[in-house]
């Protein structure tokens, strides 16, 4: 099992896919800049909800938000994704999700990882 690339098209339904299945998983969020530097923005913060935003221009986002459900969420903003890909884990899952934007790499690590049934209905 290796890498698998989620097209574009189906981007917004496995956000909503995540959404629903996946609330209040415990989500780690790492930023690689384009020098390779990296940023935690959150660790083990369960998941509130991940969208995508395709807008009229170049400047579809992707938005996480983070917290407890009693919580106002922190928010997470992904500009110009360019590629979503799931790195493969143990016993058939997926960690951690990466996806590449201009602005650099988001990896997304869920705990539980992602079992392959979340991509029922994707292309990928």
């Known amino acids: 099992m290796g890498t698998k690339e989620?097209?574009?098209q189906d981007w917004d339904g496995v956000c909503?896919?995540?959404t629903e299945l996946r609330q209040e998983a415990l989500l780690t969020v790492e930023v690689v800049?384009?020098?390779g530097q990296r940023d935690q923005v959150a660790r083990n913060v369960p998941l509130h909800s991940i969208s995508f935003e395709?807008?009229?221009g170049?400047?579809?986002q992707i938005l996480i938000e983070l917290g407890a459900a009693n919580e106002k969420?922190?928010?997470h903003v992904i500009v110009e994704p360019i590629h979503i890909l799931l790195r493969p884990a143990e016993n058939g899952s997926y960690n951690p999700m990466e996806i590449n934007a201009e602005s650099g790499t988001t990896l997304l690590t869920f705990r539980?990882?992602?079992r392959a049934d979340f991509l029922e209905g994707v292309r990928a």
């Open 6 to 8: 989620i097209p574009s």
């Open 16 to 18: 909503r896919r995540l």
């Open 33 to 35: 800049r384009t020098d």
């Open 54 to 56: 395709k807008t009229a």
């Open 58 to 60: 170049c400047s579809d």
């Open 73 to 75: 969420p922190a928010r």
């Open 112 to 114: 539980p990882a992602l």
